[in-house]
């Protein structure tokens, strides 16, 4: 056991493990959106990241300009060892630090959450743009300017690795390149690390269609494609990028795309570049195999650990299933309570249909008798005015009866008056006549005075 001990250290001392959580003590991790640079690198991270931050400031500073403060210098040796790349990496740190409280460094490195890679977050600048830069000048000069560092990927992109939130990211993220009017040629490079919910079939599936979907003109090429998309997964981020010459250039690979070519023609040239490729995908493989080894004997440590946590789970599992059958229990109690709840919700929301049904005849009901008072209004409106009229006409009647009984009142003294009048004549003429009378006996006596007195005393005597 000691023995397995004694060479798990030196196999962490030898391949960098036991720095790993002082590298990266306090430093920020991966995640969604940041752009930048993903290094792959075989076993040495260290080194790598120094070699990262040398290469990517070199070429930064053709395309950009170089920053406003003091950068750390290229080393000028190949067989720089490596206590020249701590301290180079001292010397980084304390730069980002003094430079912290001014603004942030167009490069930061990053913890990946996976061996072997690295991330470089830039700011400022395009990740694409750069890397295409720094491959385009390897290719044509042919100098390696890399000893650790194996592929270079931009990471223009990213989001959270689960494929709801992918789809609706590259839904948009690969309007650019692909929607219509845009097209091309295209192959997909899908890698997942530290990620078990990830299906390369089923990621690559679904991309695809996003991508047939864009544009039915974009067509699959795994030979010579315009266009990559490349998906890199490292725990629960996902990086993406749409990369051109991505053939040409040995899949990104600044190791490859840097050797010499030699006079290839037909399938000898075809059958060269795949053996380089291979060679390429061996060392990555026999760099995990160590990686694979060394989780091994770290695994087998941890199996002691595991055994007695097991039984240590055995016992709370006991509880656990004591507490389940509770919990159980009460669910079903709960599910008792929810269907006679809904049972109540069927019957009110039948009484409300109910109810809905008989405020749309309340409310016809009130619309037909909001028209018949209507109805009556008007017919009380005419009457009214029918009644306006007869009390005028009424008016005017007892005005006429007024006039028509003062006027018969005025004839009937008229006719007093006519009385009064004709009954004076009348007597008048009485009084006439019978002064006539007396006039016509005086006359009558003094003709026949002594007729008269024989008459006389002859009435006397009788």
Same mark, same amino acid.
């Given at each position: 056991?000691?023995?397995?001990?004694?060479?798990?250290?030196?196999?962490?001392?030898?391949?960098?493990?036991?720095?790993?959580?002082?590298?990266?003590?306090?430093?920020?991790?991966?995640?969604?959106?940041?752009?930048?640079?993903?290094?792959?690198?075989?076993?040495?991270?260290?080194?790598?990241?120094?070699?990262?931050?040398?290469?990517?400031n070199?070429?930064?500073?053709?395309?950009?300009? =170089?920053?406003?403060?003091?950068? =750390?210098?290229?080393s000028?040796?190949?067989?720089?060892?490596?206590?020249?790349?701590?301290?180079?990496?001292?010397?980084?740190?304390?730069?980002?630090?003094?430079?912290?409280?001014?603004?942030?460094?167009?490069?930061?490195?990053?913890?990946?959450?996976?061996?072997n890679?690295?991330?470089?977050?830039?700011?400022?600048?395009?990740?694409?743009?750069?890397?295409?830069?720094?491959?385009?000048?390897?290719h044509i000069?042919?100098?390696?300017?890399?000893?650790?560092?194996?592929?270079m990927? =931009?990471?223009?992109?990213?989001?959270?690795?689960?494929?709801?939130?992918?789809?609706?990211?590259?839904?948009?993220?690969?309007? =650019?390149?692909?929607?219509?009017?845009?097209?091309?040629?295209?192959?997909?490079?899908?890698?997942?690390?530290?990620?078990?919910?990830?299906?390369?079939?089923?990621?690559?599936?679904?991309?695809?269609?996003?991508?047939?979907?864009?544009?039915?003109?974009?067509?699959? $090429?795994?030979?010579t494609p315009?266009?990559?998309?490349?998906?890199?997964?490292?725990?629960?981020?996902?990086?993406?990028?749409?990369?051109?010459?991505?053939?040409?250039?040995?899949?990104?690979?600044?190791?490859?795309?840097?050797?010499?070519?030699?006079?290839?023609?037909?399938k000898?040239?075809?059958?060269?570049?795949?053996?380089?490729?291979?060679?390429?995908?061996?060392?990555?493989?026999?760099?995990?195999?160590?990686?694979?080894?060394?989780?091994?004997?770290?695994? $087998?440590?941890?199996?002691?650990?595991?055994?007695?946590?097991?039984?240590?789970? $055995?016992?709370?599992?006991?509880?656990?299933?004591?507490?389940?059958?509770?919990?159980?229990?009460?669910?079903?109690?709960?599910?008792?309570?929810?269907?006679?709840?809904?049972?109540?919700?069927?019957?009110?929301?039948?009484?409300?249909?109910?109810?809905?049904?008989?405020?749309?005849?309340?409310?016809?009901?009130?619309?037909?008798?909001?028209?018949?008072?209507?109805e009556?209004?008007?017919?009380?409106?005419?009457?009214?005015?029918?009644q306006?009229?007869?009390?005028?006409?009424?008016?005017?009647?007892?005005?006429?009866?007024?006039?028509?009984?003062?006027?018969?009142?005025?004839?009937?003294?008229?006719?007093?008056?006519?009385?009064?009048?004709?009954e004076?004549?009348?007597?008048?003429?009485?009084?006439?006549?019978?002064?006539?009378?007396?006039?016509?006996?005086?006359?009558?006596?003094?003709?026949?005075?002594?007729?008269?007195?024989?008459?006389?005393?002859?009435?006397?005597?009788?």
């Open positions: 056991m000691s023995e397995a001990q004694d060479l798990r250290k030196r196999s962490k001392k030898r391949y960098g493990g036991g720095h790993r959580s002082k590298k990266y003590k306090g430093s920020r991790e991966l995640e969604v959106g940041m752009q930048g640079v993903l290094i792959t690198c075989n076993m040495n991270e260290r080194k790598c990241t120094a070699e990262a931050f040398n290469l990517l070199e070429y930064a500073d053709q395309l950009y300009g =170089p920053e406003n403060f003091k950068e =750390p210098e290229e000028s040796s190949e067989e720089e060892d490596d206590e020249d790349v701590e301290a180079a990496l001292k010397k980084e740190v304390k730069q980002l630090k003094a430079s912290s409280g001014k603004r942030q460094r167009r490069f930061q490195a990053m913890d990946s959450g996976a061996n890679v690295i991330f470089i977050k830039t700011k400022n600048l395009d990740p694409e743009k750069l890397v295409h830069h720094i491959l385009s000048d390897l000069t042919k100098k390696n300017k890399s000893r650790v560092i194996l592929r990927l =931009p990471v223009s992109g990213t989001c959270k690795a689960f494929q709801e939130d992918m789809d609706k990211y590259l839904s948009v993220f690969l309007e =650019p390149w692909f929607k219509a009017p845009n097209q091309g040629s295209y192959q997909i490079a899908f890698k997942a690390r530290n990620s078990s919910h990830n299906k390369r079939d089923d990621i690559i599936k679904a991309l695809a269609g996003l991508v047939g979907k864009m544009n039915p003109k974009n067509k699959v $090429d795994l030979t315009e266009l990559t998309i490349i998906v890199e997964v490292i725990k629960s981020v996902c990086c993406v990028s749409v990369v051109r010459d991505y053939t040409l250039y040995r899949k990104y690979n600044l190791q490859e795309v840097a050797k010499e070519e030699g006079p290839k023609d037909g000898q040239g075809e059958v060269t570049t795949n053996q380089e490729e291979i060679k390429s995908n061996q060392e990555e493989k026999d760099g995990k195999q160590e990686e694979i080894k060394l989780n091994q004997e770290e695994k $087998d440590g941890k199996q002691e650990e595991i055994k007695s946590n097991q039984e240590e789970k $055995d016992g709370k599992q006991e509880e656990i299933k004591s507490n389940q059958e509770e919990k159980d229990g009460k669910q079903e109690e709960i599910k008792s309570n929810q269907e006679e709840k809904d049972g109540k919700q069927e019957e009110i929301k039948s009484n409300q249909e109910e109810k809905d049904g008989k405020q749309e005849e309340i409310k016809s009901n009130q619309e037909e008798k909001d028209g018949k008072q209507e009556i209004k008007s017919n009380q409106e005419e009457k009214d005015g029918k306006e009229e007869i009390k005028s006409n009424q008016e005017e009647k007892d005005g006429k009866q007024e006039e028509i009984k003062s006027n018969q009142e005025e004839k009937d003294g008229k006719q007093e008056e006519i009385k009064s009048n004709q004076e004549k009348d007597g008048k003429q009485e009084e006439i006549k019978s002064n006539q009378e007396e006039k016509d006996g005086k006359q009558e006596e003094g003709k026949d005075a002594p007729k008269t007195d024989r008459e006389g005393k002859g009435e006397e005597e009788k």
